[in-house]
């Protein structure tokens, strides 16, 4: 499968087409899909931002201009979509499915609170 999921290959919508018919796009960047994955868990981790692997892709490249932008400018990107529906991705691959022991005894410190079995 194509490594940034949300995103098609080589697909080029009627507006970016005519975008670049009329001369309208200065620059495109590409982003690494594993950089994508990795600024995906960053805005998790960070910003409490559940994202996509293409919404890392778009943060990671917005970053990458930020980095050599004018002081002052203004930078906008779209995070799509959240995260729950790449749950069997490489983006969740470094989570265990089942509860390890320490989150086992988490979640029986409340036991008022506790799903019947």
């Known amino acids: 499968p194509h490594p940034i ?3 098609t290959p080589d697909f ?3 507006l970016l087409q005519k975008a670049t018919d009329d001369h309208l796009i200065d ?4 982003v690494d899909p594993a950089k994508a994955i990795e600024t995906s868990k960053l805005l998790a981790r960070k910003e409490g931002i559940f994202t996509g692997i293409s919404g890392g892709a778009a943060m990671a490249t917005a970053l990458q ?4 932008a ?11 979509d959240t995260s729950e529906r790449y749950l069997s991705t490489p983006l969740y691959d470094s ?3 089942d509860m390890d022991e ?4 988490i979640s029986k410190s409340t036991p008022n609170f506790q799903l019947p079995e």
């Open 102 to 105: 320490e989150e086992l005894a």
């Open 95 to 97: 989570i265990a499915a």
């Open 70 to 80: 004018p002081k002052g400018s203004n930078i906008v990107t779209i995070l799509a």
């Open 5 to 7: 999921q949300g995103w």
């Open 65 to 68: 201009v930020a980095a050599t």
């Open 12 to 14: 080029i919508s009627l």
């Open 27 to 30: 620059e495109v960047l590409t």
